[in-house]
């Protein structure tokens, strides 16, 4: 059994990857049974493997001094006749729970892996490795289970999360037994494992003995279980992943896809979807219950309209607005969401563009509706665009740029002097009809006028006869300025 066990053992980290040489590992070493029996066989394995070792043992000083000292001991003796280097910290576990609004499991099992991670920066380690099994992982699934996880949370523990590595997830906790009683590795028990007011124990204690009655191998079936539901998470999220990268738009601040779009996904994917914006944007998706899952499907497909929603509080909104983009006339309309780690200015909302002004020799830039604005005024044409970017730009003579420019929103009666023999005005009210731009937006698109008021053009979408085309003749004369507003989306 022992030479099995090891070389099952061996074979799992190999096949999986866990571990490779030149590796520096710490362990999460409490002194146990599974963290006991992983040191030891990490430590035997240390030259074929190639690594280097050490452990951490965290007090959670929930635990009387007298037991936490004789494990402490214990461990220190343990790590000192093996030659591995111990770490150990401690953190009040209780009052992280209580400050916290967390269960006290809920709060060790932050405290452990915060501190793990950051021992493990500060002293070299690139692994970490803990000692779940499947017993734990069948545990954790019934655990999910109970409180009505979805699918995506059924694939139990992996055996690898980012640098974290669990090299037993191949074994049974009676295996561990059976290797730990053959090779004599003492470990510790801890009181508060025979607990049942703690949930992991009361399942442990309590429920799995009665499903083992029903069959005894059940969490090595569930573990074929976990095997096929990862696989097809996989897929899934592939799928999501994919239509994140290739059809929306994203930065820390939002995430931005059009609706029609989201419309043609499979159910299925399109509740990945908002589970990997929650992780894309809040870090990750622990209180994405059904419940936030189906408000944020509810409020994309309309169901319950608004242009604004509190999916998770303080933490995760969605929102509604036509889309538009200024390089296309603000003509190109198509319903987009927007997903935000914080509250979402709505793009259509408040005052519109906001009033400033721009001299000879200035440039000027604001942000507004998802884009950003750069205005100047100078002797010659801008020399670049940056990439992604429209430039709108055009001429005026001296006498009629007199002073600085103004850059403010569209306002009721605005009218703007036509080009052409015919010559005469034309109210901007019926230029944005006849453009077919969307009411809303209309107050968001810049118009730029004299000091006096006289409107010289409708950024993208219209010049007036007081201005000239770059390229056009009589452009770019003595005596003439030029102006442009560089337009580039942010969101």
């Given at each position: 059994?022992?030479?099995?066990?090891?070389?099952k053992?061996?074979?799992?980290?190999?096949?999986?990857?866990?571990?490779?040489?030149?590796d520096?590992?710490?362990v999460?070493?409490?002194?146990g049974l599974?963290?006991?029996c992983?040191l030891?066989?990490?430590?035997?394995l240390?030259s074929?493997?190639?690594?280097?070792?050490?452990?951490?043992?965290?007090?959670?000083?929930?635990?009387?001094?007298?037991?936490?000292a004789e494990?402490?001991?214990?461990?220190?003796e343990?790590?000192?006749?093996?030659?591995?280097?111990?770490?150990?910290?401690k953190?009040?576990?209780a009052k992280?729970?209580s400050?916290?609004?967390?269960?006290?499991?809920?709060?060790?099992?932050?405290?452990?892996?915060?501190?793990?991670?950051?021992?493990?920066?500060?002293?070299?380690?690139?692994?970490?490795?803990?000692?779940h099994?499947?017993?734990?992982?069948?545990?954790t699934?019934?655990?999910?289970?109970?409180?009505?996880?979805s699918p995506s949370?059924?694939?139990?523990?992996?055996?690898s999360?980012g640098?974290?590595v669990r090299?037993l997830?191949f074994?049974?906790?009676s295996e561990?037994?059976?290797?730990a009683?053959?090779?004599?590795?003492?470990?510790?028990?801890?009181?508060?494992?025979?607990?049942?007011?703690y949930?992991?124990?009361f399942?442990?204690?309590?429920?799995?003995?009665?499903?083992?009655?029903?069959?005894?191998?059940?969490?090595s079936?569930?573990?074929?279980f976990?095997e096929?539901?990862?696989?097809?998470?996989?897929?899934?999220?592939?799928?999501a992943?994919n239509?994140?990268?290739?059809l929306?738009?994203?930065?820390?601040?939002?995430?931005?896809?059009?609706?029609?779009?989201?419309?043609?996904l499979?159910l299925?994917?399109?509740?990945?979807?908002i589970?990997?914006?929650?992780?894309?944007?809040?870090?990750g998706?622990?209180?994405a219950n059904?419940?936030?899952?189906?408000?944020?499907?509810d409020?994309?497909?309309?169901?319950?309209?608004g242009e604004?929603?509190?999916?998770?509080?303080?933490?995760f909104?969605a929102?509604r607005?036509?889309?538009?983009?200024?390089?296309s006339r603000?003509?190109?309309?198509?319903e987009?969401?927007?997903f935000?780690?914080?509250?979402p200015?709505?793009?259509?909302?408040?005052?519109?563009?906001?009033?400033?002004?721009?001299?000879?020799?200035e440039?000027?830039?604001?942000?507004?509706?998802?884009?950003n604005?750069?205005?100047?005024?100078?002797?010659?044409?801008?020399?670049i665009v940056?990439a992604g970017?429209?430039?709108?730009?055009?001429?005026l003579?001296?006498?009629a740029?007199?002073?600085p420019?103004?850059?403010?929103?569209?306002?009721?009666?605005?009218k703007?002097?036509?080009?052409?023999?015919?010559?005469?005005?034309?109210?901007?009210s019926?230029?944005?009809t006849n453009?077919?731009?969307y009411?809303?937006l209309?107050?968001?698109?810049?118009?730029?006028?004299?000091?006096d008021?006289?409107?010289?053009?409708?950024?993208?979408?219209k010049?007036?006869a007081?201005?000239?085309?770059?390229?056009?003749?009589?452009s770019?004369?003595?005596?003439?300025?030029?102006?442009?507003?560089?337009?580039?989306?942010?969101?």
């Open positions: 059994m022992k030479n099995i066990f090891e070389i053992f061996f074979d799992f980290i190999k096949k999986n990857g866990l571990i490779r040489p030149g520096k590992i710490l999460a070493y409490s002194g599974d963290s006991s992983l030891y066989l990490l430590n035997k240390r074929k493997l190639a690594i280097d070792l050490g452990a951490l043992y965290l007090n959670h000083q929930i635990r009387s001094e007298t037991e936490l494990e402490i001991r214990f461990i220190a343990n790590c000192k006749k093996t030659g591995v280097e111990l770490i150990i910290e953190a009040d576990v992280a729970a400050e916290g609004g967390l269960s006290l499991e809920e709060a060790a099992r932050n405290a452990r892996y915060e501190i793990l991670k950051s021992a493990a920066a500060g002293r070299g380690y690139n692994k970490i490795a803990t000692a099994h499947l017993d734990d992982s069948a545990e699934a019934v655990m999910k289970l109970v409180k009505g996880a949370a059924m694939a139990g523990i992996s055996e999360a640098n974290v090299p997830m074994a049974l906790r561990i037994e059976e290797y009683a053959l090779n004599d590795i003492g470990y510790c028990q801890d009181s508060t494992n025979r607990d049942i007011k949930e992991r124990n399942v442990r204690n309590e429920i799995m003995p009665l499903i083992k009655r029903l069959n005894p191998n059940f969490a079936k569930l573990s074929i976990g096929i539901q990862k696989r097809e998470n996989d897929f899934i999220d592939s799928a992943v239509f994140f990268k290739t929306c738009r994203h930065d820390e601040r939002g995430i931005v896809f059009g609706a029609a779009e989201f419309a043609g499979h299925a994917v399109k509740r990945r979807f589970l990997h914006a929650l992780r894309v944007l809040c870090g998706a622990n209180e059904f419940a936030v899952v189906s408000s944020a499907l409020f994309i497909e309309k169901k319950n309209g604004y929603r509190e999916l998770i509080t303080g933490k909104y929102s607005a036509a889309d538009f983009d200024p390089a603000y003509g190109a309309f198509e987009k969401i927007t935000g780690a914080v509250t200015h709505l793009r259509f909302e408040g005052e519109g563009f906001p009033c400033l002004t721009v001299a000879e020799g440039t000027k830039s604001c942000d507004c509706a998802g884009f604005y750069v205005f100047s005024l100078g002797a010659a044409p801008a020399a940056p970017a429209h430039e709108f730009g055009f001429f003579r001296r006498e740029a007199a002073g420019l103004v850059i403010r929103r569209f306002r009721e009666g605005d703007i002097k036509l080009y052409g023999p015919r010559g005469g005005t034309q109210k901007l019926d230029l944005f453009a077919k731009i009411g809303p209309r107050k968001f698109i810049p118009v730029i006028c004299a000091a008021g006289e409107i010289f053009a409708v950024c993208n979408v010049l007036s007081y201005a000239i085309r770059a390229g056009e003749k009589n770019g004369e003595a005596g003439q300025v030029y102006f442009s507003a560089i337009s580039k989306r942010i969101l």
